[in-house]
């Protein structure tokens, strides 16, 4: 039962002798904090400058209509208190233009996950976690990593990497779930005895709840914020080949690979609109129509590679490419985000600018939807496509309608929610997409998010390693769909993939819920699928990818009702004082996935969770709840799977068959 007391000089809310808020004048639950800030940005990344003018602690407490009031200098709060499953919702009626502190006391060694997708750390206590929406790859380090020797090079902290997805949804091993519901720029500062979340508008609401296990405070979750995340059947039946170069290579390379043995289910072409070849590399001429030179006839390529059960997956985002022929369209029509003075608002991606259209225009959206995904994707017979981006709208921008300031956080969502609502509209069944950005409610729209671009390299900040830290906070975070580029993204000097990396990343990609690689930035610098010394890892874990496929099917399928598919080792225990590898994970119920993140290794340490196991190879049955110290050949991962599981028959199969 929820108890909400105010008494002199306080006010509690409790809920069966739990405390949920401890309210007094020396340790306020609210302080009203008036400040300025400025942003800087560069190609997504974002430098902020904050200015206190006033802080007012709101220390007194009164009730007023049935809500509680803190008050205190002459400004309030409304705190609207109801009871909910496991816990209690907090409504807050705020002031304009004021910012707001909220704190909740900290637990003892309570360990704290989530806060959307952050790639350094599992557990963000002693951690600051920024929620703004931003670039995650930072031009200096990329330029740091060419130029010193790797030896040299000191891998990055949490304080200084950024998220695309960044939410202010929490879970900790002491079975709480915190969530503020708010769009505005803020932090979340676990670093004390209190935590003490801080936004630059008053949020809507605070849910907090209490469960005995993750999955039941993941489902709680997924009561709050629908999950309606999906992969359609098809893409289980294989890898999604990232292909570039034109319609003769995509064929040439596809059945090329095919013929091999390898499971495709579908080519990913992102210069399908055509290349922009820049100091960075080959990136994706930003004209959302297929290149008639580059592609031609593509809708009679699509439907050779369809005959082949074949899939052509293809890309977009909400910009266009300066003075390319959509561009001088879309401006002349008034679609695109401008300055104060009127002028197009030109955003800079590595070398080139771009317009971005208008998400808050009627008319903007209608044509992004109707023009460019329906009538120049979906008519053409595309079945899926990054919808990447959303992540840099600049707070000083002018819209159609909204301030992009409070807007900026969502904008990823919007994007989101725009191209679902596309192939809704179209009935394409079978087509999806899949997003790097995101924020509160992109699982309720996004089919599909990835980890976004990786280094090619494997360094714990922003290399192959991240990935999985990245898929376990998403997941506590309520997004569970995820996958990686395998092979990763950014390459520059000296930083490209060899053969090694590629298979190691493929390995950890035949045991996720969608298998796509990349070809880089660089394609020509960088190991891919069909080099020589790669095809037969190529062939054997695509077939064990395809293999997996129910298996994959039951995953996401508990990810809509709320359980992630990737989860951390301790997900079981439900405390992080029984984790050990940070680099390992629990694939659905029943596998348990040992990526091998260090160069030139042969042998892996395993930390196996409790329970009987076997190994997913050989068979050999292994008891948990302790190390082990297993072969890691190149083009086998440490894989194990239950004992007891009712698909242990179907794991036997996959790797029977694919030796």
Known sequence: MLLSQVYPGGWSLSRDDDTIIDHSAARPFVTAVRREK?????RGTVKTVVT????????DASERDGTVVLSGGGHEISISVSEMPGGAELKFGGEPG????????AEDGEAVFGGGEQYRQVNLRGEKVVNFVSEHIKASTIIEK????????????????????????????????IMFDTGADGTSD?????????????????????????????????AIIPNRQYIPDWCREGMILGVQGGTETVLKKAFAMQDAGAKICGVWCQDWSGENRTVMGKQVWWNWEADEKLYTDLKNAVKKLN???????????PYLVKDGRLYDYCREKGWLITRADGTVYHIKSTTFDAGMLDLTNPEAASYLKDVLIKKNMLDLGVSGWMADFGEYLPTDCVLHDGDPAQLHNRWPVMWARLNREAIEEYGAKDAFFFTRSGYLGIQTYAPVMWNGDQHTDTTRDYGMPCVMPASFSLGFSGAGMVHCDVGGFFSFGKMKRDAELF?????MGAFSLLMRSHESIRPWANAQFDAPEVVRHTVRLTGIHAALAPYLKKCAEDVTAGVPAIRPDFWEAMDRAAGHDEYSYFLGDDLF????????????????????WKDFWTGEVLEGGRAYDAPAPLGRIPVYYRKSSKFADLFRRAAEENK
């Not at 004021?98 to 006391?105: C, G, I, K, N, S």
């Not at 005959?307 to 985002?317: E, V």
């Open 52 to 59: 206190e003018a006033e802080r007012v602690p709101l220390r």
């Open 38 to 42: 400025t942003y800087t940005a560069s």
């Open 307 to 317: 005959d082949r059960g074949i899939r052509f997956l293809a890309y977009i985002n």
């Open 98 to 105: 004021w910012a707001y502190e909220f704190r909740l006391p």
């Open 503 to 507: 298979t190691r990343w493929m390995e």
């Open 190 to 222: 676990f670093t004390g005895g209190d935590y003490v979340f801080s936004f630059d508008a008053c949020p809507e609401r605070l849910v907090i709840c209490r469960g005995g296990s993750f999955p039941e405070l993941t489902r709680t979750l997924a």
């Open 593 to 612: 996935v040992c990526p091998v993140i260090d160069k030139s290794a042969v042998t892996r340490r395993v930390w196996l969770p409790a329970g009987e």
């Open 146 to 177: 060419a130029l010193l020797p790797r030896a040299l090079y000191r891998e990055k902290p949490h304080s200084q990497i950024g998220s695309y997805s960044p939410m202010p949804v929490f879970i900790t091993d002491r079975g709480r779930l």
